[in-house]
């Protein structure tokens, strides 16, 4: 009867060590969680454009402009009332029956929607009907920037510049960019900035020239650029 029971007693174990083993090879661990991921948005907010008086007192052009493209689901906070303000992806001037010499001006917030910061490097500006190419002279970093827009008018391909006291070239508006180039924008921050528009000789009469304007920024550890 003793080894019967020392018998038993072995099946017992051997059993159990065999469920150990069965309920460790088919168990599972399940982990669950939440991954928030960070973003880089900006936009610009609160666009005014303005003129220089006009030759005595006459209104003979305008220059005019609007934000376009809404980044809806991206709000940067008024630090003023509190209230969600949209930011835009893109600026939209219109010059219109412009002469030369006519100066136009440019004010607009750049504002960062996302959640980590960002350096402004730049400003994109092109025309959306491609009449007119676009080039920086003097480009960002370098603060305040120069460029400027022309005509290709004898097709060559290459800006060819005015000369002076003759021809007046391909130069049809300047440009100059001021402000915040190479600054940092935390989450919810905002920078003012302005361009400002030149009209030269070789723009035709009672025309309109239109650019779009995007800004150009890079998370903050990969400034400065290489």
Do not use: R
Request: hydrophobic letters at 40%; a negative charge; proline letters at 7%.
């Amino acid at each position: 009867m003793k080894k019967i029971g020392l018998l038993c007693l072995a099946l017992v174990l051997a059993l159990g060590t065999i469920g150990v083993g069965y309920a460790m090879w088919f168990d599972t661990v399940t982990i669950e969680g939440t991954v928030d991921t960070a973003s880089l948005t900006m936009g610009f907010q609160e666009l005014n454009v303005w003129e220089d008086p006009e030759v005595e007192g006459k209104d003979v052009g305008s220059i005019n402009g609007y934000l376009d493209v809404e980044k809806g689901s991206h709000w940067v906070t008024d630090p003023h009332d509190g209230h969600n303000e949209p930011i835009y992806d893109k600026i939209v001037i219109s010059i219109n029956n412009a002469y030369p010499c006519y100066w136009g001006h440019i004010t607009f917030v750049v504002a960062n929607g996302g959640t980590i910061p960002f350096v402004i490097t730049g400003l994109k500006l092109a025309d959306p009907t491609g009449e007119l190419n676009f080039m920086w002279q003097t480009p960002p970093p370098a603060s305040p920037a120069y460029g400027l827009f022309w005509k290709d008018l004898n097709g060559n391909g290459v800006y060819d510049p005015p000369v002076q006291g003759g021809d007046p070239g391909e130069l049809i508006i300047w440009v100059k960019y001021v402000d915040n180039i190479g600054k940092q924008l935390e989450p919810c921050d905002e920078a003012k900035s302005e361009l400002d528009l030149h009209v030269e000789q070789a723009a035709e009469q009672n025309h309109t020239y239109t650019f779009v304007a995007t800004i150009k920024a890079v998370q903050w550890n990969e400034y400065p650029l290489p």
